[in-house]
């Protein structure tokens, strides 16, 4: 199999060029009411090869439009995205329909992502065929290559989607996102319409293509405990904004934003020896409309730091330690961790293991 080549060596002052660069972007999307909704509003980001980045936030909070605004689709209202040096915003269509072999998305319901009518082998082999990769041999070869990469047996080739378990069609949409070898793979909450069991699979089968192939992803899903598990970075979103990004150990054990501190207080940790370790930060108020967010911060509306300031400046993101970056204009102390359970790890091997216990 063919594996996507590293980024070239750098001069040792230069630091690598990032795969995705994202600057301002901004989706904006009109109701039938004539009402605006800013789904996603001025994220900026990059991504450097072989590295995951997971996004976490509730429900709405813009994650799934900010890949697909990514990826073009649709294009953003503002804002550039580029892409292995591309810019992608100005890339005509043809030349953006090559680009595409290069991004693949594995989309949360698996079943609803397939053809029920096809097999699993035509699932599989469509992108191949959709981009003309190959001879029909070839790509008969690729597809049972791709078989034995997600640890399904040949035998369900001749399978439709409906027959399968969620986690053996998860298994084929990953198979069939990995067919044409590309540069970007965005797994949005891939897991999250799975059994718990079936989760630490796919989880499983998620890190060790990482090691094996080097992977460049994006990872979506509600679970913090889950987006550790195989996430290089962090980005928290609220309300289509970006208010914390930095590496995952650092924002797991001492977030600086009041947001993430509450989405880490909220994952279950029941541990009697240690009381103190269940408390819970509980947010204020409900989740303001995305129609009508509050001026300022966004956060503000919910958060027990907020002030006059809060209500009039929107606070930048602005880094406070190295790759780490909060929007907030009283960021969190550095020096009062977080109290957590320890957490699944990642083994060198990419197996799911539990870190010793502190």
């Not at 994202?22 to 109701?31: A, K």
């Not at 097999?119 to 690729?142: K, M, W």
């Not at 027959?163 to 909450?189: K, T, W, Y």
């Not at 911060?297 to 406070?320: G, K, M, N, W, Y």
Request: contains cysteine.
């Amino acid at each position: 199999m063919t594996i996507s080549p590293g980024a070239a060596a750098s001069p040792p002052d230069t630091p690598p060029t990032p795969l995705l660069e994202t600057t301002g972007l901004t989706q904006t999307f009109r109701l039938p009411t004539g009402a605006e909704v800013q789904a996603v509003s001025d994220v900026s980001f990059v991504l450097h090869r072989g590295e995951t980045l997971g996004l976490v936030g509730e429900s709405g909070c813009g994650k799934s439009t900010t890949v697909r605004t990514i990826l073009q689709a649709p294009p953003p209202t503002a804002g550039t995205v580029t892409f292995g040096g591309i810019e992608l915003t100005t890339t005509p269509p043809r030349q953006l329909r090559r680009l595409r072999r290069r991004m693949q998305l594995v989309f949360q319901d698996p079943h609803a992502s397939m053809n029920p009518r096809w097999t699993v082998r035509d699932c599989i082999a469509e992108p191949l065929q959709v981009h003309r990769v190959g001879t029909s041999s070839s790509r008969n070869d690729r597809v049972h290559e791709l078989m034995d990469l997600v640890g399904l047996d040949e035998g369900y080739l001749t399978s439709r989607p409906g027959s399968l378990s969620g986690g053996q069609c998860q298994r084929v949409a990953i198979a069939r996102a990995l067919a044409l070898d590309p540069d970007l793979i965005c797994f949005d909450e891939a897991v999250s319409a799975l059994d718990v069991s079936i989760q630490a699979q796919i989880l499983n089968l998620i890190a060790r293509l990482r090691a094996d192939l080097e992977l460049t992803s994006i990872f979506i899903a509600h679970d913090l405990a889950v987006v550790k598990l195989v996430s290089d970075r962090i980005g928290v979103m609220y309300l289509g904004k970006l208010c914390e990004i930095g590496p995952a150990e650092s924002l797991y054990r001492s977030p600086r934003h009041p947001y993430t501190k509450a989405l880490l207080s909220a994952i279950p940790k029941p541990d009697p020896r240690h009381p103190d370790r269940l408390r819970r930060v509980n947010l204020r108020g409900e989740l303001p409309s995305p129609t009508d967010p509050p001026s300022g911060c966004r956060f503000r509306t919910r958060c027990d730091r907020a002030d006059e300031r809060c209500s009039l400046d929107v606070p930048p993101l602005q880094t406070i330690s190295p790759g780490h970056q909060v929007a907030c204009h009283y960021p969190l102390s550095a020096s009062a961790p977080v109290e957590m359970t320890p957490l699944p790890t990642r083994r060198a091997n990419g197996v799911v293991g539990q870190s010793p216990t502190r």
